[in-house]
Nanobody, 115 residues
Framework: QVQLVESGGGLVQPGGSLRLSCAAS????????VGWYRQAPGKQRELVAT???????RYSDSAKGRFTISNDSTWSAIYLRIHNLKPEDTAVYYC?????????WGQGTQVTVSS
């Protein structure tokens, strides 16, 4: 089992920045991918960015240029840096760890972009 806890969300004005964090614990030694997803009100959960443990990083088209995903050296934490936040970035952001075909999710952290 893998336990994930996100933090760092909040209310931000348009143009602002945030860094979301995800702390992982449990059996993380065999994870293959980590990532961030988001779900806006009334919409399906969508990919924001992922990192494969072999090193490949992938961003959704909407995340390219303003979002940066990173991880610590032990893979026990991942981060999502967001610059120039826009109202359409308002969503619950979830971190994801995947291994052996199983996905683990945190409870999510709310990001609201509004003036």
């Amino acid at each position: 089992q893998v336990q994930l806890v996100e933090s760092g969300g909040g209310l931000v004005q348009p143009g602002g920045s945030l860094r979301l964090s995800c702390a992982a614990s449990g059996e993380i030694s065999r994870i293959t991918h980590v990532g961030w997803y988001r779900q806006a009100p009334g919409k399906q959960r969508e990919l924001v960015a992922t990192i494969a443990k072999v090193g490949t990083t992938r961003y959704s088209d909407s995340a390219k240029g303003r979002f940066t995903i990173s991880n610590d050296s032990t893979w026990s934490a991942i981060y999502l840096r967001i610059h120039n936040l826009k109202p359409e970035d308002t969503a619950v952001y979830y971190c994801n760890y995947a291994k052996g075909g199983t996905n683990y999710w945190g409870q999510g952290t709310q990001v609201t972009v509004s003036s």
